[in-house]
């Protein structure tokens, strides 16, 4: 059983987002990282490019897998998670504690069309 | 097929059927091929070695003058030897690697000879030939720029080449802008003009080019790197051992026909691509690339790695459909450069480039051909003449003599390798200027 | 010589040299006139070996290697049948090695013949009208045949035509080509047999469609039995079909693509015309058209003259360029001794017993193994590993076991229809002995697999190396003598 935090909010593609202020900061779920198996590669947007709800940002890269990165929101990329460059294995790690991205976001309401955390529950015992 | 009726009777019982035609029962009879091939009846290997050996009179094997980017290069009979054991030519994809490790080891090899001619980090096992190489680096550019999908390409790259690359970007849907060319080489200032509008991903630049001269290019990566764009070479492998390298010109990316690395003519193939590239560019490298491990007693061993960038983890996420590589001739690539080394390849550099000056300076001597350009040149060079050269060239025929390309307005292409001697560059003058 | 480890790199001694050129003797300044700054300035780190060390390392490399010539190869969709030797050694002959790709047409004459008796050759045995040679692999055919279907749409001014319907178990070439070529993929969803689900089909098939890839028997081997009903219904629709030559062999002699009413296929010549796969490659894709899509094949093409010579031509429709020249001409000439060998007669057994063979198997093993697909198979088929699930023996390890009793593995975890998936290709030209001998391997596996299931878990035990460590290799990527030894500083 992978771990899903309550205060949080998900992307039926298994992204995360922490919504403080208008920065959303984001990685992916537990459950996503157990799919992937041992990850090997986080392929990161740049700071200061602008992503767009639902739509790539990036991948995560396992030996035998690989797997888009979807947004789960709009808007500005203003810091990216160096760590993951040289550690990628830090997503197996903890996927919560190791986000990926911090997005400046512009439109605060598009977090309401994501899953809260039951939500999310239910559609990874699917 | 080594199946006896005994065979075939016992693995039907086995089966379950009467007949093998039982087991297209599926298949709907309307499209059962029911009628006769129209191909000949079978052939021995006498009468089929004959037949070959007649198609074979039907050819001529030429002394050549002709390149356009490929060379009559020479390669040591060991290559060939090497390359006849089946244990390499009968295998498939090392995706078993405990199995595979002969195939993986020489691909390992050949990354690092080619990452030593390119002199940039990473080399891929390789690609079907130069021509699609460009389109992929072409789309290795956009795809690392992200957002742009413009990138200017030099009139001075092969015509053949950039055929091949139009092609790709036409279907693919990339805005190609080839850059004009002045005095035989690359129009820097529209280059940078080219830049300044902007949406440019990288640009793709050849060395040496299809007049065979050496392109400056100081300068140059500056001013692609200032507008944020990659710098890819387009470069004839052989003559890197002498030539300053794609890495020394600041260039990002590197691509082109490994086929003169001493491989057979063969009419055009199969020789390979190759591509090597810059850390920044390597998770949009296509193609497989095989990589260093341990194995689960610490042994050193080789392994494909990066596979999560491929078609068959990707599918129409990756940034190119290659499936396979010219593996064998990666193979043929990696014996001819152990065998030369260091010191050969130079060596056959400096030969064919002395053997095709001595052509230029006969030429020019002869009074019937004159300069076309003033550029320094290796092993390949245009020149001028009033000649009908179409006339020359069928009369060289004659004398088992291939001459040299005819481009448009009078004029030639010739070129010089290691193989031709001082005695067939005199008579190859002698048989042009006599009247 | 399997303890044998050396890089080449690693038995360089400087002065050392495996070559000899003749002596310059043209007294030009000619290389010396180059300046300075346009040459390099270190030389390149290229080994220094001798004749003999270079021939010792790499015999013992290849001693390293598995392939058909070593032993029994049944791996799925890749179709690895024995390679007549005969034809390596005609691909050899000086007389077509020495032609240069741009030398005068009059002097190549023979070598147009056979890519013109070859194109002509397959065409018929595809049942289609025109076939160009030159695309250099299987993906390449499938990129070139996608642009020709897209050029065929363009050229009657129907721009929009871009949707190309993938089954969700094809090659994944197949969307990867689309993407290439400019197309939109969309999926087609698979009944639980593997073939395509009709109904799923229908709404899909709207004025967008350029056409369908299929391949025909499917990615689990078999037959798709209503390829007429969707050769219909997609050409009603206005889209063209495309027939992925994957899977064309257990058809060889018995069944023509174009009689199905497929539009474009590719051919891979190293699957079903024996050509050596290379540990890779060179391959050879020819793609073959229906008349009505012949002026966009690619250029250049080989036409014949009235007084019996050849010529290259360029057509004015076609859609470009997509190889230097026309393409792996010595692949093209193994492919043509090869169906001058078989001839009329025997090619049509091809197919036959190619399908015989799987089906053996396939029978013979599935007490032990799980067939999730009943009923006869052509060319391959695919267990969804063991039967007894209760050994937690995957199909990894038993890929891996196999390698430990000679046998090359099956493909495994393709098609992605099942878990355990562990796809079997024999060919034809495998005996009833040998199939036998992997059928007794394949049962003993089985019972290892409940009886000591730690000797297959952490297979292979027996080869020149074991299990490696992919994950460090992808994560710290290592790709150059340079780099290593870099990393072990």
Redesign the interface.
Same mark, same amino acid.
């Given at each position: 059983m992978s771990k899903i935090l309550d205060d949080l909010r998900y992307a039926d593609s298994h992204e995360w987002v922490k919504l403080e202020g208008d920065i959303a900061t984001i990685g992916i779920t537990d459950y996503a990282q157990h799919a992937l198996g041992n990850i090997v590669y986080v392929d990161m947007p740049e700071v200061g490019d602008e992503v767009t709800q639902g739509e790539d940002f990036g991948a995560v890269e396992s030996v035998k897998a690989a797997s888009d990165l979807i947004s789960p929101v709009s808007g500005e990329v203003v810091e990216i998670n160096e760590a993951l460059e040289d550690e990628p294995e830090l997503v197996n790690q903890d996927a919560f504690a190791n986000w990926i991205m911090k997005v400046k976001v512009s439109d605060p309401s598009e977090i309401e069309s994501l899953l809260d955390a039951a939500a999310y529950a239910k559609i990874c015992e699917e | 097929m080594p199946h006896t009726d005994e065979d075939i009777r016992k693995m039907l019982d086995k089966i379950g059927v009467e007949t093998i035609d039982d087991l297209y029962s599926d298949v709907p009879s309307e499209v059962i091929f029911k009628g006769e091939y129209d191909i000949p009846s079978s052939m021995s290997e006498i009468e089929l070695r004959k037949h070959f050996e007649d198609l074979g009179k039907k050819n001529q094997s030429l002394v050549i003058f002709a390149g356009g980017g490929v060379y009559d290069h020479y390669a040591p009979s060991v290559v060939n030897h090497l390359l006849q054991r089946s244990e390499f030519y009968t295998a498939y994809t090392p995706y078993q690697p405990e199995i595979s490790q002969g195939t993986l080891q020489y691909i390992f090899e050949y990354q690092s000879m080619i990452s030593e001619l390119t002199g940039l980090e990473s080399t891929n096992a390789s690609m079907y030939d130069g021509a699609t190489a460009a389109a992929e680096v072409m789309f290795m550019m956009v795809a690392s720029s992200k957002k742009r999908n413009k990138v200017l390409i030099s009139s001075t790259i092969s015509e053949r080449v950039l055929n091949v690359v139009m092609t790709y970007a036409k279907f693919h849907g990339v805005d190609v802008t080839v850059l004009p060319e002045k005095d035989g080489v690359t129009d820097i200032e529209s280059m940078e003009a080219a830049l300044k509008e902007g949406d440019v991903a990288g640009v793709l630049l050849p060395t040496p080019n299809k007049y065979g001269i050496i392109e400056d290019y100081s300068g140059v990566a500056e001013k692609i790197h200032g507008a944020k764009g990659y710098f890819g070479i387009y470069a004839d492998p052989s003559t890197l051992a002498v030539l300053r390298t794609p890495a020394e010109w600041g260039a990002d990316v590197a691509c082109g026909d490994g086929q003169t690395l001493g491989m057979p003519l063969t009419f055009g193939g199969p020789y390979l691509g190759f591509i090597s590239c810059a850390k920044s560019m390597l998770r949009k490298m296509p193609g497989r690339v095989v990589g260093v491990t341990k194995d689960a007693d610490g042994k050193r061993a080789f392994v494909l790695t990066l596979q999560a960038r491929e078609q068959h983890i990707r599918r129409e996420k990756a940034t190119s459909n290659i499936c396979s590589n010219q593996s064998l001739m990666a193979l043929y690539a990696t014996i001819y450069l152990s065998l030369l080394g260091k010191k050969g390849l130079e060596e056959v550099n400096i030969l064919s480039c002395d053997g095709a000056h001595y052509l230029y300076k006969l030429l020019m001597d002869s009074g019937k051909f004159t300069a076309v350009f003033d550029k320094p040149f290796l092993k390949e060079f245009v020149v001028n003449t009033s000649l009908d050269m179409e006339a020359v060239n069928a009369k060289l025929l004659k004398h088992g003599i291939q001459g040299g390309i005819i481009l448009e307005d009078g004029k030639v292409e010739f070129a010089v390798t290691e193989k031709r001697t001082k005695e067939e560059i005199e008579k190859l003058v002698k048989l042009m200027v006599e009247e | 010589m399997k303890t044998y480890?050396k890089?080449?790199?690693e038995l360089?001694r400087p002065g050392?040299?495996?070559?000899s050129?003749?002596e310059?003797?043209?007294?030009?300044?000619?290389?010396d006139?180059?300046?300075k700054?346009?040459?390099?300035?270190d030389?390149?780190?290229?080994?220094?070996?001798g004749?003999l060390e270079?021939?010792r390392?790499?015999?013992n490399?290849?001693?390293?290697? =598995?392939?058909?010539?070593?032993g029994f190869?049944p791996?799925g969709s890749?179709t690895?049948k024995y390679?007549p030797k005969?034809n390596?050694e005609?691909s050899?002959?000086?007389? =077509?090695?020495?032609?240069?790709?741009?030398?005068?047409e009059?002097?190549?004459?023979?070598?147009l013949?056979?890519y013109w008796n070859l194109q002509?050759?397959l065409s018929?045995?595809a049942?289609l009208a025109e076939f160009t040679l030159n695309p250099?692999?299987?993906?390449?055919g499938?990129?070139t045949g996608l642009?020709v279907m897209?050029q065929y749409h363009i050229s009657r001014g129907d721009h929009k035509r871009k949707k190309v319907i993938v089954p969700d178990t094809a090659? $994944?070439?197949n969307?990867?080509?689309?993407?290439?070529?400019?197309l939109e993929?969309v999926e087609v969803k698979s009944k639980p047999n593997g073939s395509i689900d009709v109904e799923d089909l229908k709404p899909l098939l709207d004025d967008t469609v350029a056409g369908i890839m299929m391949t025909n028997p499917n990615t689990v081997g078999? =037959?798709e039995?209503e390829?007429?009903e969707i050769a219909d219904l997609v050409h009603r629709a206005g889209g063209l079909l495309y027939y992925d030559g994957a899977n064309l062999n257990p058809l060889l002699? *018995?069944?023509?693509p174009g009689?199905?009413g497929f539009d474009i296929m590719h051919i891979n010549l190293h699957k079903t015309f024996s050509t050596?796969?290379?540990? $890779?490659?060179?391959?050879s894709g020819p793609v073959g058209v229906a008349s009505h899509l012949v002026n966009f094949l690619?250029n250049p093409k080989v036409v014949k003259n009235e007084d019996g010579t050849f010529s290259i031509t360029n057509g004015e429709e076609s859609? $470009?360029?997509?190889?230097?020249?026309?393409?792996? =001409?010595?692949?093209m000439?193994k492919a043509y001794?090869y169906?001058?060998?078989?001839? *009329?007669?025997?090619?049509? *057994?091809?197919g036959?017993?190619a399908?015989?063979?799987a089906?053996?198997i396939k029978?013979?093993l599935k007490d032990d193994y799980l067939l999730p697909i009943e009923?006869?198979c052509?060319h391959e088929f695919v267990f969804d590993g063991l039967k007894d699930k209760s050994t937690g023996v995957t199909t990894l390890n038993i890929?891996?076991r196999l390698?430990d009793y000679g046998f090359?593995?099956p493909t495994i975890y393709?098609p992605l229809l099942f878990h355990e998936s562990m796809m079997i290709e024999p060919t034809?030209?495998?005996?009833?002995e040998t199939l036998d001998d992997f059928i007794e391997v394949m049962h003993k596996v089985a019972k290892e697999a409940k009886e000591n299931p730690d000797d297959v878990k952490n297979a292979?035990l027996t080869?020149?190396?074991?299990?490696?460590?992919?994950?460090?290799?992808?994560?710290n990527?290592?790709?150059?003598?340079?780099?290593?030894k870099e990393?072990v500083k």
């Open positions: - | - | 480890d890089l080449i790199f360089s050392r040299k495996g070559y050129l003749p310059d003797n043209y007294n030009t300044n000619g290389f006139s180059i300046p700054d346009l040459l390099r300035k030389e390149a780190s290229l080994p220094e070996v004749e270079v021939v390392h790499y015999t490399l290849s001693n390293k290697n =598995f392939g058909v010539d070593t190869y791996l890749c690895m390679n005969i390596e005609l050899s002959l000086p007389s =077509f090695t020495t032609l240069h790709p741009l030398q005068d009059s002097t190549v004459q023979g070598a013949e056979l002509n050759m018929n045995l049942g250099y692999a299987g993906a390449h499938e990129l642009m897209r090659h $994944g070439t969307p990867a080509s689309a993407m290439v070529a400019g993929v078999m =037959f039995t390829i007429l002699g *018995k069944v023509r009689d199905m050596p796969h290379g540990g $890779g490659g060179p391959g690619p859609l $470009g360029n997509i190889s230097t020249f026309m393409g792996n =001409f010595g692949v000439m001794a169906i001058l060998t078989l001839g *009329k007669e025997n090619i049509k *057994k091809v036959p017993l399908t015989l063979n089906n053996y029978e013979s009923g006869v052509k890929a891996k390698l090359h593995a393709f034809e030209t495998e005996s009833k292979p080869t020149i190396v074991r299990k490696l460590d992919e994950t460090t290799a992808a994560k990527p290592i790709l150059s003598y340079k780099a290593l990393a």
